[in-house]
Structure formats: structure tokens, C-alpha cells
């Protein structure tokens, strides 16, 4: 049993696939597999993955399923006592791994992660992201403002089977927000304020539909979190309202893209009270240009720093 499982999930990712595999290869920890989920690509990724040899462990769907339904049949197929992820585009320092477990192993932490170097198509990096809290029990900073990245998560594998967590089969959008709530709100969370990892952003990666479900799914997890762990919500009322409201900006953002810019402007504007974030948002809606400026993935992800929205 390897140590580490790395589970990668694929679908038409050939692009950048080799690059991010050998991300894996370059580890100066080396006890770890691959899971490649391979969900039905149509392209030549199955034969990327396949090329570097029997540590990567390839595994085909035969139908497309959802981002959440794939990362789930994935995390079964992994044998590590830790769970990481790395997506298709992405990539990792080449201590990663080693720099994760020299703290985690033996700790408390069920979860762990760092922080990334967020790079364009060209791999030009433009934005460094630092984890913002400390370790320990998180769950309420991580309401105000979700900060796990999807790059550099490290899970302990028997954490997940002895509370029955994995990702929600039926989400598309937010399934590792849903997840890493849970288990935020069982077990203190190791954070490691340095880069160990690269994630690459794409200018038109956010579809409406996404948007959508953005808002959807967060409410669903919201809701669960809030139903199951009853003293966790009467302690975090205001977290909740603020992740409530960050809910309610997607929906808005969805209502702008598709023409229906008043009801935008509504729920928007009811979230005044809990940010001044919010008032800026509202205003921002009444000039299209400057709305359509500040979405622009490498514009709000530099403004996101100050303004501490998503």
C-alpha cells in the first residue's frame, strides 16, 4: 500500500497532462501512485497517462460523469493512508509532498493544504496566494472566506471512511467546497503558509451553468452543515450569513450574465449589511463595462485580495 495516492481526474485534458504527471514524477517523496480517472476523454490523454509506466494507475469510465460523481470513483479506487489531488492542468513544487507529511503525519490534522502560484496558459505566473489562517479549528474562517485551493489538499484516508466523507455524486461545481466543509467542521485543518503548488486559470473557465451551480450546491452544503452540526451554527451564525451571502452573489452573477441584471441587483443589494463588499457590487452593477472589468478572471483575482470575494 503506497502511502500516498495522488488521484488525478481527466476529461479531454491532454493539454497539459504531461507536464502535471511529471510535477508527480519530480516529488523527492516517491511512495505514491496515481489514480488516473480517465472520465471518458475523447482525446489522447488515456495514452499520456499510460506512457509513464505502472506507477500511474489508469482507470476508464465508460460514460461522462459529473465533476463530483468523478472525483468520488476515483478517491474509492485510491489505496494510500493519504489522499492529494492534482488536476490535469495543474502542477506542484517538487517538495510538496515531503513538505505536507513531515508536519501532518501523527498530528490531529485530517486535512491539510497551502498555498499556490496562480499561472495563466502559458504557465506565466501572475498572482501568489498565502494562506490566510493559522492551523487548528477553522471552520468559521473558512465560512467568511473559503480559501482551500484544489491543488495542494491532503487528506487522511481513514479520517474520510470512519465519518463516511466523500464527494457529493451529484454535484458539478463547488464538490471539494462541500467536502472540505465537512471535514473542516470535524477536525482542525494543518495550513501552510508557502507555495507548493502551481494552478492554472483560464479567462473563460466560468461557464453560466457553473455559476449557477456555484450558488445551488453551496446553499445544499450550507444547509447540511447547518442541520447536521447545530452547535457548530448557533456558535457561527455570522460565518453563516456571510457564506449565505457569498451563495446569493453567485446567483446574482448568474442573473447578470443572462441578461436579468435587476434581480442581480437585488440580491446583491439585501447582502449590503453583511459586507461593504456587497454596496461596492451593487454599485459596480449599474455600469456594465466596469462589472465585466472587474470579472475578468486575472483582474478579480488580484482585486479578491482586498475585497475578499470570489
Known amino acids: 500500500m503506497p502511502k500516498i495516492s495522488v488521484v488525478m481526474n481527466c476529461h479531454n485534458g491532454a493539454s497539459f497532462l504531461k507536464e502535471s504527471i511529471q510535477s508527480v514524477f519530480n516529488q523527492t517523496f516517491t511512495d505514491w501512485e496515481i489514480i488516473f480517472f480517465n472520465n471518458f476523454s475523447t482525446d489522447n490523454s488515456e495514452e499520456i497517462a499510460h506512457s509513464f509506466g505502472n506507477k500511474v494507475k489508469v482507470f476508464n469510465s465508460q460514460k461522462l460523469l459529473n465533476l463530483g460523481h468523478a472525483r468520488a470513483e476515483a478517491l474509492n479506487l485510491s489505496n494510500g493512508e493519504w489522499i492529494t489531488f492534482l488536476d490535469t492542468d495543474d502542477l506542484w513544487m517538487k517538495k510538496k509532498l515531503e513538505i505536507q507529511l513531515e508536519e501532518i503525519e501523527g498530528s490531529d490534522f485530517a486535512l491539510g493544504y497551502s498555498g499556490v502560484t496562480e499561472i495563466d496558459q502559458m504557465g506565466k505566473a501572475f498572482r501568489k496566494q498565502i494562506p490566510k489562517y493559522n492551523s487548528g479549528y477553522i471552520f468559521n474562517d473558512q465560512l467568511q472566506n473559503f480559501e482551500i485551493n484544489m491543488v495542494t489538499p491532503i487528506i487522511n484516508a481513514n479520517f474520510l471512511s470512519m465519518n463516511n466523507l466523500n464527494f457529493n455524486h451529484n454535484f458539478t461545481a463547488s464538490e471539494e467546497y462541500n467536502l472540505f466543509m465537512k471535514i473542516c467542521a470535524l477536525s482542525p485543518v494543518m495550513v501552510q503558509k508557502k507555495i507548493l503548488g502551481s494552478y492554472r486559470i483560464y479567462e473563460d473557465s466560468l461557464t453560466n451553468k457553473f455559476m449557477k451551480n456555484w450558488a445551488s450546491e453551496r446553499f445544499e452544503t450550507l444547509d447540511y452543515l447547518k442541520d447536521t452540526h447545530k452547535k457548530i451554527f448557533d456558535l457561527n451564525?455570522?460565518?453563516?450569513?456571510?457564506?449565505?451571502?457569498?451563495?446569493e452573489y453567485y446567483l446574482a452573477r448568474y442573473h447578470y450574465e443572462n441578461g436579468n441584471k435587476n434581480q442581480a441587483k437585488t440580491l446583491i443589494k439585501k447582502n449590503i449589511h453583511v459586507s461593504m463588499v456587497y454596496l461596492f457590487l451593487y454599485l459596480m452593477a449599474n455600469i456594465p463595462l466596469?462589472?465585466?472589468?472587474?470579472?475578468?478572471?486575472?483582474?478579480?483575482?488580484?482585486?479578491?485580495?482586498?475585497?475578499?470575494?470570489?
Do not use: D, P, T
Not at 292 to 308: G, I, N, P, Q, Y
Open 290 to 310: 466596469l462589472w465585466k472589468f472587474f470579472h475578468k478572471r486575472k483582474v478579480k483575482s488580484l482585486l479578491s485580495k482586498f475585497l475578499k470575494i470570489n
Open 237 to 247: 451564525k455570522k460565518g453563516f450569513e456571510a457564506a449565505y451571502a457569498r451563495g
